[in-house]
């Protein structure tokens, strides 16, 4: 079901009626004790008696989300106020990040490409690239897992590295880890898979190994540290995090078939994360999954390849409607989650509004999303 297009025009605001202040919102912002000043239509097409009311129950605040897609409210009038509500990241915050993100991606492009022909590689500039980019996610979680969803989509092993980047260093903040480590995690989360730049182009364009193919991948986390251990810049830590990332809590991972806790948590993080962004980015075999299908497949893997309470704190960051899940409101609008706020609620914008740069953004709360669409994402390249 596609919004009407009166939605993804709406523009919240002040606006001047007869001279009179009010407020131009969203349905979904609206609470008891608020007054209506007018609908956004002819009251007489609505179940409404007039255009000017104080909402006064539920009743009222359901029949309004269900008729109407904005009103004009006089905050003089009101019982309770209407306080700015939470912005969605505004265009300049993102276009902003994605420079920095284009920036590094390529240094590291650069980096992999030197390493391959085996000449002289300038690491201290990707490091520090690297530090001032893991300030800045760890800073602003939020843009930047908005902005995964913004970038263009390939398979390479560049923007592999940057997605898995960014959703590492959201899972770092969310469960405290001190940012006196960020460069090296954020480190080994972008040079996780250091090892595939010798792999052949065969390896990435089909979902089926064969023997030879197979033996390659359970040993390109060792083929990475050896690359990074000839560079003697890299710490200990981010090279133990690289080697350790396909390990499985049950012990069925590689290299070296560990288990449990003898898996470096950081380890056990990036395993996580791994799995996550592979499962929601398209590859060239199959298309991506739906962050619900793949926070469900996530929980699947719990205390086999995944760490149970690492598992449930990586879902419990992406929250209960991930960052770019596609919803049905009840009022039977489809809209896309943009950002989320524990006191505020939900930022959406329409679904049709996705494929454009356009941010024009509402509040929901969680009982105003019926159910998931099931539709993968659909943005564009920020440029």
């Excluded at 770092?172 to 960020?182: N, S």
């Excluded at 590689?254 to 948590?265: A, K, T």
Aim: charged content about 20%; some cysteine.
């Amino acid at each position: 079901m596609a919004c009407p297009k009166e939605y993804s025009s709406f523009n919240a605001g002040q606006v001047s009626i007869n001279g009179i202040i009010m407020i131009k919102t969203s349905v979904y912002n609206l609470a008891i004790g608020m007054h209506v000043s007018k609908l956004d239509r002819d009251w007489l097409s609505t179940s409404f008696f007039r255009h000017s009311f104080l909402i006064n129950n539920e009743t009222q605040l359901k029949r309004l989300r269900a008729e109407c897609l904005f009103v004009f409210i006089d905050n003089d009038k009101c019982k309770t106020k209407l306080l700015s509500p939470i912005q969605p990241t505004p265009t300049e915050s993102i276009q902003s990040a994605g420079i920095k993100v284009k920036q590094t991606k390529k240094l590291l492009i650069k980096f992999f490409s030197q390493l391959k022909q085996g000449v002289k590689v300038d690491t201290k500039l990707l490091i520090s690239s690297i530090n001032t980019l893991s300030r800045d996610v760890f800073n602003d979680t939020t843009t930047y897992l908005y902005l995964v969803k913004l970038k263009e989509k390939d398979d390479s092993l560049s923007e592999k590295s940057m997605n898995v980047f960014i959703f590492y260093l959201a899972f770092a903040k969310h469960i405290g880890v001190k940012k006196t480590v960020l460069l090296e995690i954020g480190t080994a989360a972008i040079l996780h898979d250091i090892g595939m730049i010798s792999a052949p182009e065969e390896l990435f364009k089909s979902a089926f190994l064969n023997k030879d193919e197979r033996k390659f991948i359970t040993n390109h986390t060792n083929v990475g540290i050896e690359i990074l251990a000839h560079e003697k810049i890299f710490s200990n830590l981010t090279i133990k995090i690289i080697k350790s990332h396909h390990e499985n809590v049950d012990g069925s991972g590689y290299p070296d078939g560990l288990s449990g806790r003898d898996i470096s948590v950081y380890a056990r993080m990036l395993n996580i994360t791994c799995m996550y962004e592979a499962l929601t980015r398209d590859r060239i075999y199959r298309k991506a999954i739906s962050p619900i299908e793949a926070v469900n497949t996530l929980v699947r893997n719990i205390n086999t390849k995944l760490d149970a309470r690492l598992t449930l704190k990586f879902v419990e960051m992406l929250g209960l409607y991930p960052i770019g899940s596609t919803v049905y409101l009840n009022n039977g609008h489809l809209v896309q989650i943009i950002s989320f706020n524990d006191k505020a609620g939900f930022c959406v914008i329409p679904y049709e509004t996705a494929t454009t740069k356009s941010l024009k953004a509402i509040l929901v709360q969680a009982e105003d999303i019926d159910k998931i669409a099931g539709i993968n994402s659909c943005f564009t390249e920020v440029s």
